[in-house]
């Protein structure tokens, strides 16, 4: 992405395109946790999470709990 259209997308959105795309791994992330019963650690590689390290911080930061009680708590 060039610098012009990161810019553009970021007066549009309101995010940056990194942020935008972390976003999108993050809800699918959070949808497979609660509809799936796959290892935390599969789900982080599914949704492009290289390193579980960062995919728990991440998680843990946009929605208060970590990855596996999030799974806990919210199976369907």
Known sequence: MSRESAKIFKKEMGITFHQYCLS???QKAETLLSETSDKV????FECGFNNISYFNRTF???YGVSPITYAALNKK
């Open 60 to 62: 843990k930061a946009e």
């Open 41 to 44: 650690i599969d789900i982080a």
């Open 24 to 26: 999108i791994r993050l």
